[in-house]
Each structure stands twice: as C-alpha cells, then as structure tokens.
C-alpha cells in the first residue's frame, strides 16, 4: 500500500461528502482565519504605536517637574506651574552628562496667533535650537533659530504644518512673514515637516516653536522653565542618562538623600514598552479567543470523524475484506482528517489575510499580518487534523471485518 | 507456488472446528468440517441457518481464523498467518461477492472495481483502470463504466460487484447469498454469468440456503449442526441460460 494511494482514497472518499467536508472545514476555517485576523490587529496596533513613539525619538529623554512635591500648605500643583526646573539645570545637564547629546528647556503657552485676516488657536513652545535634533524633527521650508536668537529673546519662529494651513491661504510661502502671538509679532523663518497625529491622537502639526528666552519673557513672564527634554546618546544608554540625569539635578536641587526627587525622567523606550506591552496582552487576549475557535473546530472534526466511522462501518468492513489493513484503514481515516485540516487551515489563511486587508480598508485600523501567525496556525490546524482525528481512525481501523460487513 | 501440494487443490479444509464463547458458555459452530475444493468446481454449501454456514464462510474468506483443524487456502496454512497477513491474503487470492453489493455510494463503476486494486501496491494507475475496465467488460457492463450505484439496477449492481471480485485474479470467488436480494429472473442472469465465468476457469465457492440455485453448481456440500452431512457431484448441472430461456414472459410486467 503506497501513500499516494492512500490519498487518493481519503481524497476520493472526501469527494463523496462535499458538503460534509466543506461544513466540517469550516471550522477550521473560522478558527484560522480568526487567529490570523485578531493577530493581525494586535501586532498593527502594536507596531503603529512603535512606529510613532519612536518617530518622536527614541532616545529622547523628558524631565518634569515632580507634581507630587508640594509647595506652602500642602496643596498640590499642576506640573505646569512648578518652577523647580531652572536654565541651571538645563547647563548642569548640558555640562555633566556623559550619556547625553543633546539638551533643551522647553516652556509653552496657548493664544491667539494672528496673520492678516486669519486667526488661529495654537500653543507655543519656547525651545532651545537643538530642540529639533533632539525630537527628530526637520525644517521643510526655511531655516531654524540660532543660540544668538536666544540670547536676543529674537522674536523669531518656526511653524507647524497646521499653523500654516490656517494663517496662510494656500500657495503662499510664510516664510519671512509676520505672524502675531498673543499679539506679539513673530518673524516665520522655518516652517516643520508634516508629523501628523501622535499615538494619542494629537496634532503634531499644530505648533508654534520660538526661542525660551522669547516665551519666557514676552509671552509667559516666568523666569522657571516647566520641562527638559534631552537626547542620550542611543537607545541602549537611555537607563544609564537617566540615572546620570537624576543624579545631576539632585545635586542641583540640594536634595538631601532622604529626600523624593522633584522631578520626573522619563524616557522614550519605557513609553514604547509600556504600550507595547499593553498591545502585546491585547494581542495574546485576541488570539486566545480565536485559539478557542480553532479548537472547538478541532473537536469537529473528531466529532464528524467518528460519525464518519460509525456511518462508514460497512465501507470498513468492505474495504477490509478486500485486502485493506488495519494500518491502511487507520492511514485512509487519519489522512481524510488532515485533508480537512489543511485545506481549512489554507482557506482559513487567505480568509484572515483577506479580512485583516479590509479591516484595514474600511475600519482605517493598522494590521500587520505577521508570517509567524501564519506559519503557527497551519502547524495547530494539522497537529489538530492528526490529533482529532487519530482517535476516530484506530476505532476504525479496529473494526472486526465481519461485524462491519453486517453492521446495518 | 513451493508449498503448494501434489493434487493442486484450491482448498483444502481438515476437521476445522471453530468454538464461540458467548459469557460462559461455548458456542460450538463447526465441529470438524473437512472437504476440498479443486480448480475449476463451482461448489455451493448449503444449509440452514445455524447450520454454521456462515461461521465457514468467514473462516473460507479469510475473515476468521479456525479454533481448531486446518484450512490451506492455494496451499498456505491461514491459521498461522497474522491479521495483517490474512487482509494481504483476501487482497491477492479471494473475490467476495455479497448479498447487499455492498459497493461504495456516489462512486462509478468503474472506481468501485478499482478498489481492491488500490491496497496492491505493484500495481500502477493505468494498470488498475486496465484491469478494471477488463472485469467490466467479463461482466458486459462495459458500457457503464461511469455510472454511480444508484443508478444502475440491482442485477447491473451485482454483476459490479461481481466485477469487482474478479479484478485481482483471485483463485477463487466467495459469493454469500449473491442472488438473496435479486428477483428471479435476475438471480438466474447472475447464475448465467457465473457459470460462463466457471466454463472460463474460476473456482467459485457459493454460500445459499436456496436448492433451486445449487441446482446450477458442480457439487453441493450440505451442512447442519456445524458438520457436513452430505457432499455430492451434480450429475445433472441445470443450466441458468436455459432456466433464463425458459422462465414465463408475464413475469415481466
């Protein structure tokens, strides 16, 4: 008895029950196509939060104010208007730091920006010039500010996308324009790079950047700055720039060491972690409904297995009589199984590529059909195939031929 | 074949007993059966039932192996042979033809008569097919080679499966109460065709409790109780062309 024989049998004996095969299949169909599809969402969300947290830099570094230190009664304060971050320790980074490239203050406000007739609410961010390198953010049109500007407190200022959408009618170049801030005029000299939104859904574009100097004097009148952000050398050393970082404004503080530090670092990567693994349970959470859809397929087909066998005793006991071994009998059955399993298994991939396509097209969600999920899938469908239906296989292939040539 | 004997006998059957245990007690079906068959009979065993009949025809097919005594079939010894063995057995030597067709549903003729030929490993598609449409052709269905069991009629179904014993050249054919199920114009076609097939040289072995169907063998061997009680020659072997020739036209209706 050779194999290919085999499966021209269990092929053949499958072409007799089209519609119980197909019903049977789907099943595995479902189940597949499920676990490809539901991995499918999981890792395109998880990647397009990656994606974007790392295109804010992935080494960037953000020191807060801590909004858990208290100031006078006890009352709490929003982090934005604690002022234990000074310009000094912005320089004590800048000076001391080994794991840092790149550091800059960052003060904001929100207003009314002005051009001619248009007006548009927007915040402004007062940064340093390094500001840029330090987010990964580039300059589609013009040229940024210098140390100089921020030495002057020069009213000067580069724009988002959006800004520009709404203060210039379209065609018009804002470079070398006046804008008015909250009624203090701005010279545009850059305008940014489109970002688009953020992983939460912000307006990246929406933005005005200027000198700190600048904002602290003319629009915020605050002489603190309310955050740092600073680049580590790559993104392996950002544990070490962050302990190097907290330890510089300790110093700078004079924080006893009894003392909670004012401030709080954070970095990019433990941001991509947190939601990464957010998304990865997301993932496990949506593959394990859909593994149980794979399994209550596989428990089909043991079950129509052993309909199969009960309904098919005669055709047993005629094949056995005929010359069909046990072992040829239990093959036959085992292979028909797998048949099923695979072929579900198949369709089962197209089905969940194709709805992980269209859940993309008309839902706009991110999905990322990884080849691991395809590969692991079809292995559970033929392991389950095998493991299924090798049980209805050994009680057909231990039939007694001449019970089974009787069985009515 | 080596261990074939001197007298070339097809079977050959020595005191075979074959002992049932139904809880404690032991159901004696055959209590010493012995006879042989040589190449070229048409043998029918008859008997009532319980007569053990049907436990020998097991035991004939290579189905059930003897408690006790021997049967060589072709000349190997089935007791000593292991399950595995005896299908290989039934697969190269046996034809069986039973009572209910018993071919496969929604499967043509053709396929139903290939079947044996798939669980024979020496043998190439084309050769199956071959050999299939050669069977169908000795059975004059070889104009219906595509046809599916249901649509074919009971005699045509039998001459199939009839086909289908034939297909591995096997030494002998098994027939269990092959006409129990055919009217009897239609039993009498088969019979026809059957003795065309023993003129041709089959060795055929039938299993019936009906005289009027023994009447067209070579020899009847009777059994009652588990032992044979008679075994002759037909002297006067009825010819089922002439019986078919003779049979009343208003029984067509």
């Not at chain 1, 397009?48 to 830099?57: A, E, K």
């Not at chain 1, 929003?78 to 790149?102: G, H, S, Y």
């Not at chain 2, 697969?91 to 079947?115: D, W």
Request: charged letters at 20%.
């Amino acid at each position: 008895m050779n194999f290919f024989n085999l499966i021209r049998i269990a092929l053949r004996a499958l072409q007799r029950n089209k519609l119980r095969a197909f019903l049977t299949m789907l099943g595995i169909i479902i189940g597949v196509g499920a676990v490809i599809a539901m991995v499918a969402i999981g890792q395109g969300s998880k990647q397009s939060i990656q994606d974007q947290l790392s295109s804010m830099g992935s080494n960037m570094i953000t020191i807060r104010p801590n909004s858990n230190s208290t100031v006078g009664g006890g009352a709490r304060l929003d982090a934005t208007n604690l002022q234990t971050l000074k310009l000094e320790d912005v320089q004590a980074i800048e000076r001391q730091a080994k794991f840092i490239t790149a550091v800059s203050p960052q003060v904001s406000g929100r207003g009314q920006a002005i051009s001619g007739a248009l007006n548009w609410p927007t915040s402004i961010q007062g940064v340093a010039p390094n500001y840029l390198d330090i987010r990964d953010w580039e300059l589609k049109d013009g040229v940024p500010f210098s140390d100089n500007d921020v030495k002057a407190a020069s009213k000067v200022c580069l724009i988002g996308q959006t800004v520009v959408e709404n203060l210039f009618s379209a065609g018009e170049s804002p470079v070398g324009k006046t804008i008015r801030f909250n009624k203090i005029p701005f010279k545009v000299i850059g305008v940014l790079s489109e970002k688009g939104e953020n992983a939460f859904g912000q307006d990246q574009d929406d933005i005005i950047l200027a000198p700190y100097s600048t904002v602290q004097k003319r629009i915020l009148a605050i002489p603190y700055i309310q955050n740092i952000y600073a680049a580590a050398l790559d993104e392996n050393s950002s544990a070490q720039a962050t302990a190097e970082v907290s330890e510089i404004l300790r110093t700078a503080h004079k924080l006893k060491a009894t003392d909670d530090d004012d401030f709080t670092v954070r970095t990019q990567a433990e941001l991509i972690n947190t939601f990464s693994s957010t998304s990865q349970l997301l993932t496990v959470l949506l593959a394990a409904i859909a593994g149980i859809s794979l399994v209550v397929g596989g428990i089909g087909i043991m079950n129509i297995m052993y309909v199969s066998v009960t309904e098919r005793t005669k055709e047993i006991g005629l094949r056995m009589s005929i010359g069909a071994r046990g072992i040829d009998i239990l093959l036959q059955f085992l292979i028909e199984a797998i048949l099923i399993s695979i072929t579900g298994g198949i369709i089962g991939i197209i089905l969940g590529i194709t709805a992980s396509r269209l859940i993309t097209v008309f839902l706009s969600w991110p999905t990322l059909v990884s080849e691991s999920s395809i590969v692991l899938s079809f292995l559970v469908c033929t392991v389950t195939g095998v493991f299924f239906g090798y049980y209805p296989a050994v009680k057909a292939s231990r039939l007694d031929p001449i019970e089974a040539l009787r069985y009515e | 074949m080596n261990n074939s004997n001197n007298n070339n006998k097809i079977l050959e059957i020595k005191e075979l007993k074959r002992e049932f245990r139904m809880g404690t007690e032991i159901v004696r079906a055959l209590k010493g059966v012995s006879f042989d068959v040589s190449p070229g009979e048409f043998v029918t065993i008859m008997g009532s039932s319980g007569s053990g009949k049907t436990t020998l025809l097991n035991v004939l097919g290579c189905l059930d192996k003897p408690s006790d005594g021997t049967y060589l079939l072709d000349g190997v010894n089935i007791g000593q042979l292991s399950r595995d063995e005896l299908a290989r057995l039934r697969n190269r030597k046996i034809g069986f033809v039973f009572q209910a067709y018993n071919l496969l549903a929604r499967t043509s003729a053709l396929e139903n008569v290939e079947l044996p030929l798939f669980y024979n490993s020496a043998l190439t598609a084309s050769d199956r097919r071959e050999r299939a449409i050669k069977a169908l052709e000795a059975v004059k269905l070889a104009e219906r080679l595509d046809h599916m069991p249901n649509q074919l009629s009971g005699g045509q179904q039998q001459r199939v499966a009839i086909a289908r014993a034939l297909v591995n050249e096997p030494v002998m054919i098994l027939a269990d109460e092959a006409t129990g199920n055919l009217d009897t114009r239609t039993s009498y076609e088969i019979m026809a065709l059957l003795q065309e097939l023993n003129q041709n040289g089959k060795t055929i072995v039938f299993v019936t409790h009906e005289p009027d169907i023994a009447a067209f063998s070579s020899r009847t061997v009777m059994l009652r109780d588990g032992r044979v009680i008679k075994d002759s020659k037909n002297e006067n072997i009825k010819s089922a062309r002439q019986a078919l020739a003779d049979l009343p036209v208003t029984d067509d209706y």
